[in-house]
């Protein structure tokens, strides 16, 4: 609908981004156990198309109890461009994987990754050396390589340390 003025055109794009902010983003992870996640999960993904990295099986990690959890996969999907919850909501429900829920209480886990990096990092605990340390190169990259993740994860001051040593 044409709008009388460039003034009333600018007014209604700030409406409906303001409307819209915070409900889409690039990133979106999900939690998958190995007994209720689809034996073709990995096939489903790869037809999407939406590149996903998924950790390798946290079977050490344990609670603040010293109790030891379930074991479990983390993952992070990407987009190019932001997307909304349902669409990536669809996707985990797909292949029986738990999302956390779209206006998550304050204290409890996002459905989207609010740093891309630091949930990508997250999938092997590279920054959490109280937790149990797992294998990046065990990390199963679907839509992408374990190149595409290393790019992703890694930081400036990665490169500082290689060039040190060269």
Do not use: F
């Amino acid at each position: 609908m044409p709008y009388a003025s460039k003034e009333q055109q600018r007014a209604a794009q700030r409406k409906y981004d303001e409307k819209r902010k915070g409900t889409r983003h690039r990133g979106w992870v999900w939690v998958s156990y190995p007994e209720s996640v689809d034996g073709n999960w990995r096939e489903k993904l790869v037809n999407e198309g939406v590149p996903a990295y998924v950790s390798p099986l946290h079977d050490r990690d344990v609670n603040a109890d010293g109790t030891k959890k379930k074991p479990h996969n983390h993952a992070v999907m990407l987009w190019d461009n932001p997307t909304v919850y349902e669409t990536a909501k669809a996707i985990s429900d797909a292949i029986g994987a738990v999302m956390p829920p779209k206006n998550p209480k304050p204290g409890t886990p996002k459905p989207y990754a609010a740093n891309v990096r630091s949930a990508l990092r997250y999938l092997c605990h590279l920054d959490n050396p109280e937790k149990a340390q797992y294998d990046p190169e065990q990390v199963t990259c679907i839509n992408a390589t374990l190149a595409d993740y290393y790019e992703l994860i890694s930081s400036a001051g990665d490169d500082d340390l290689i060039l040190d040593e060269i």
